[in-house]
């Protein structure tokens, strides 16, 4: 499945303005936000933590390695290019966990 089948198959972010991810003393370490070019990451990140208990683990990270589908691969290529996805490149091969805040739109 490609990245724009997976998105399809995620749950709406059109009530979010943004995605905060909290370290473990609870500082913003990154921010998505609902904004094009960050959509789909806004979108893979929620339902990782909605699946992961509201964080994104080492596990949550993995499984959004293979959501990401063709943009995994091009990231490895390109480091840079894709920093939701050099995150959780990063995320998937530690052992910490980042907690994740949803900021509501406020339309």
């Known amino acids: 499945m490609n990245f724009a ?3 399809q198959q995620l749950p709406s972010v059109s009530h979010l303005a943004a995605l905060e991810l909290l370290d473990a003393q ?3 370490v990154a921010t998505i936000e ?3 070019g960050q959509i789909g990451s806004l979108t893979v990140y929620t339902a990782l ?3 992961h208990g509201g964080a ?3 596990a949550a990270a993995r ?3 293979t959501w990401y589908a063709e943009h995994t691969a091009d990231a490895h290529a390109h480091p840079g290019k894709h920093p939701n996805i050099d995150r959780l490149v990063a995320w998937a091969q530690g052992s910490a966990s980042y907690a994740v805040r949803l900021v509501p739109s406020q339309a």
Do not use: M, N, S, Y
Request: charged content about 15%.
């Open 5 to 7: 089948q997976r998105l």
């Open 26 to 28: 609870g500082h913003v």
């Open 34 to 36: 609902h904004k094009p």
């Open 49 to 51: 933590a909605a699946e």
């Open 56 to 58: 994104i683990t080492p």
């Open 63 to 65: 499984l959004g390695l």
